[in-house]
């Protein structure tokens, strides 16, 4: 049987052959500071209502509570990038998802988990995976075990690759020697922080999730009037603060080829089902992709045009109040003369009083976005996604 040492250098070419550009192990003890952090972003609303890790704060950072017999954590980092692509410029009538989310990114670095599980057991040792799961907080596994650093924009960064990594953890009862922290962090540099178009990044390394676009297209129910404009084109996620990150900029100069844009009309014409298929590998809770059609709406407010039009009136007759709520508001945006007729004739037969308001508000706005006339779309996408639910 390998020695504990040996078994560490095993492990870590297991990992690196299936593709991993971070491994490390670092000890059980509990993440209290972690702990104490999550509790207090809970107790001031700055979680905006997420669930995840925040729901039981003492299970997320205690992995001891989970798996009594669990001695040490065996961290992975996989790059997504240049495999993620570019969104490429932005065009009309087109949608953006980050990188992280362009295909299944989590597949091969659950498959580099799995592989280190696999060796562990042929060592004789327990090995179960956890990662983007609600019972630890993967960054601080990560920043513990030398895969990487926090920082300034919240995102562990890791040497050759900055922000651009996934994470996740075998958890394991071999007394493996542990690897030393890096002692490393952003020094002087800040140039995420100003990037963030809403400002969520409200201080070094502290995200507030109520302002941010990525936790926006997250959440239940309405998007916030004063957060529709700043959605842009995104229609999943958001990478601006990572985009920003000079660490991982060299990388991201090298992941040229575009993949698809997402065409929001074709997007919004597609049935539950192909959605559900097609975009599996999202978070979508109850696996309803509501909040996806809810975030095109918002999206074709701020890219699309006359062209648009057809589909956004359909929608002001959808069974689910929140999508005709979000169908009102681009077509104030638009706000041409069929968008207008399309608006007025909604109101006749709409009872739900929030869907009312937001047409009455559409029809008192007179601005256009500026693409009134129609555009031809170059090549309809819909990404072509597999696979399976992130969470
Ligand atoms: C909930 C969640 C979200 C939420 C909220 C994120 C948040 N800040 O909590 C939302 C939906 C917004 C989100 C967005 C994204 N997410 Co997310 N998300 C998670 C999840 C499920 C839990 C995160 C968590 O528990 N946070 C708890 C808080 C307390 O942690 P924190 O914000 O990192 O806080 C630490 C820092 O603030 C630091 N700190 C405190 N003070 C200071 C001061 C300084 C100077 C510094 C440097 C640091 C620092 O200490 C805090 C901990 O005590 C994890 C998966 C998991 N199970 O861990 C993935 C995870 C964090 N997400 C991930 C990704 C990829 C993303 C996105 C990039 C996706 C995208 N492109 O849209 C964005 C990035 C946004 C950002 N800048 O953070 C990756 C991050 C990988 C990495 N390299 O860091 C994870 C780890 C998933 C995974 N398994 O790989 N996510």
């Not at 095109?296 to 699309?304: H, I, Q, R, S, W």
Request: charged share 20%; glycine share 10%.
């Amino acid at each position: 049987m390998a020695t504990p040492s040996g078994l560490v250098e095993a492990l870590r070419r297991v990992a690196f052959a299936a593709g991993c550009t971070g491994f490390g192990v670092a000890g059980v003890e509990p993440f209290a500071d972690v702990e104490a952090e999550l509790r207090r972003r809970r107790g001031d609303g700055s979680n905006n209502g997420l669930t995840f890790t925040y729901r039981h704060p003492d299970i997320a950072t205690d992995v001891r509570r989970t798996h009594p017999w669990a001695q040490r954590l065996v961290v992975l980092g996989h790059s997504y990038l240049p495999a993620a692509g570019s969104p490429g410029p932005g065009r009309p009538g087109t949608g953006r998802v980050a990188r992280f989310a362009t295909a299944d990114h989590y597949r091969p670095l659950r498959l580099a988990l799995d592989a280190v599980a696999g060796r562990l057991r042929i060592a004789g040792s327990r090995g179960e995976v956890l990662s983007d799961d609600a019972r630890l907080v993967d960054r601080a596994a990560a920043v513990r075990a030398g895969v990487g650093w926090w920082g300034k924009n919240a995102m562990v960064l890791a040497p050759a690759v900055g922000p651009w990594l996934l994470l996740g953890t075998v958890v394991t009862d071999a007394a493996l020697a542990v690897t030393a922290p890096m002692e490393r962090g952003c020094g002087s540099c800040s140039a995420c922080l100003p990037t963030c178009p809403t400002g969520a990044l409200v201080a070094p390394g502290v995200l507030d999730a109520r302002r941010c676009l990525a936790a926006i297209a997250q959440q239940p129910g309405s998007i916030p009037r004063q957060f529709r404009a700043a959605m842009g084109d995104r229609v999943y996620g958001c990478d601006d603060c990572i985009e920003a990150c000079p660490p991982g900029s060299r990388l991201l100069a090298r992941s040229g080829a575009e993949t698809g844009r997402l065409d929001l009309v074709a997007l919004l014409d597609t049935d539950d089902d192909t959605l559900r298929h097609d975009l599996g590998h999202w978070y979508l809770p109850r696996a309803d992709p509501v909040m996806i059609r809810r975030n095109a709406l918002v999206a074709l407010g701020n890219t699309g045009g006359a062209e648009a039009v057809p589909t956004l009136a359909r929608y002001l007759s959808h069974p689910r109040p929140v999508l005709r709520l979000h169908a009102a508001w681009p077509l104030g945006v638009i706000g041409s003369a069929a968008a207008r007729r399309a608006l007025t004739a909604a109101l006749t037969d709409e009872r739900h009083p929030d869907v009312r308001n937001e047409i009455e508000l559409a029809l008192a706005s007179r601005q256009g976005n500026g693409n009134d006339s129609p555009v031809a779309h170059t090549s309809p996408v819909i990404l072509p996604l597999p696979m399976r639910r992130r969470r």
